[in-house]
């Protein structure tokens, strides 16, 4: 008979890229059962890898440049145009001036990280004639509320003196008037469609520095300082533009950086996959499929909240496709899944370690998981009769 595992994971922060991720789960699949038909289709989501997946999907080009990074130094970034588009389309993700992995972990403090290399990528777009402009929003290392990015752009954030503030999100605290005298003229002649978490906001219990400062770096009493500065620089795009971001679906995205695109940029928000989904086959590929397996470095009760395990799981479940989530690490609220499509799961962890071990031997433990999870199903498809006993798929 013929069997076909589809491979849909995303990328595990600071350690595999989707496509790395893809080929590990391979190797574990085809060690499992040499022969078996594997289609491999890498996920992202916004975060890193977005620009790049587009442009292979297209067969456009990549541009390579340097800007600031989100602690004020030198970074190699990039960004790239869509082939085979009617209009001059760029594509950027802003993880590539601004991603988590770009900030040393003894610097992770987002009171003072900033997004300023995000709105170098977009002017770098517009300098090569972009008319429209894709922008991925994920696995970000700031909470400026892309206040950072506007100011790359020729937006002043100004304190009660009037003079300009310094980068980071705890700075907006002091936020007492933004001037869009001086906003790159350009951006009203470009369409911003940002690729989005719908489910994040700016403000709230469930505002992005509640929820994603620690991951951050941020301490409790920090969470609350870039909370309250949240809530003024919310204040001051809604006196400048008239427009409320504070609880606006995606506003929260990437450190609040979807604030900035709709508040003060004139973009759009978008959910991530709406936006994704254009380019990738994952629907078809899925179609094609016996089972999938996904993965992500932490499978948790945050997974259906827009992660890609989530989504691959709930388009495999309309096509009534058995999904396996792989994971570095199992969290609270794991089994809420269950409810959202993934059949199964596991932690490609087989011992305690050191996160630093876990990184380094990441491609290794996620294969060998990968085998130990295929050969499970086939020891069921044996005893369920779909396999005669020694039968190979």
Known sequence: MSF?????????????????????????VLRAFPGLAVIKTPMVDGGEGFTKALIKATGGTLHQLTVSGPVNEPVEAHFG???GSDEPTAVIEMAAAA???????DRRNPCVTTSYGVGELVRAALDRGARRILLGCGDSGINDGGAGMAEALGIRLLDQEGNRLPHGGAALSRLAAIDMSGRDPRLEGVRIDAAVNWHNVLLGERGVARIFGPQKGATPMQVELLAAAMETYATAIRCTTGIDVGMAPGSGASGGLGAAILGLLGGRLHPRYDIVMQYLELDRFIAQADLVITAEGSLDGQTPYGKVPAEVAARAKIAGVPVIALAGTIGKGVRLNFEHGIDAFASILSRPCSLEDAIFSAPKLLSRAAEDAVRMVMVGMKLGGTLAPGARP
């Open 99 to 105: 991603g988590l992995s770009l900030v040393p972990r």
């Open 81 to 83: 145009f869509l082939g």
């Open 4 to 28: 076909t595992v589809l491979v849909a994971p995303s990328g595990f922060k600071e350690s595999l890229s989707a496509d790395q991720a893809a080929d590990c789960i391979e190797s574990g």
